[in-house]
């Protein structure tokens, strides 16, 4: 095995670890994370099996196997991103009906206090 096979599975393996401690403390929730581990997965089957890289690039068509590696990952990130656009673009909703809901309960309690 060589050395950046070994410094490869060892930052995987504390990366797991991070995102763990980070779902612990309640920073990240489940759903994502599962996306986190199963890159760092990935990332460690081709640390330990550095022929199915060259298998999986020839496979694609592609010459050099890091570039498999590089255009994944960024496929991956913008399948993420947008994820995470939609997520953020219904929370963004809610909370403007929450707002309007909690500005109408407010007047009503107004009024009713009012009318006492």
């Known amino acids: 095995m060589t050395r950046i096979q070994i ?4 930052i995987n393996i504390i990366f797991i670890g991070y995102i763990a401690r980070l779902i612990i403390k309640g ?3 489940e759903e994502y994370a599962i996306v986190w581990c199963l890159c760092t997965f990935v990332l460690v089957v081709f640390s330990f099996w550095t022929k199915g890289l060259e298998l999986m690039s020839k496979l694609f068509g592609v010459f050099d196997p890091p ?3 590089f255009t994944a990952f960024i496929f991956i990130i913008l399948i993420y991103l947008l994820h995470l656009s939609v ?3 219904k929370s963004h909703h809610s909370i403007n009906r929450l707002t309007q809901e909690i500005a109408l309960m407010k007047e009503k309690m107004k009024k009713a206090d009012q009318e006492k």
């Open 87 to 89: 997520v953020s673009s």
């Open 27 to 29: 920073k990240l929730r």
């Open 7 to 10: 410094i490869t599975i060892l």
């Open 67 to 69: 570039n498999l590696v």
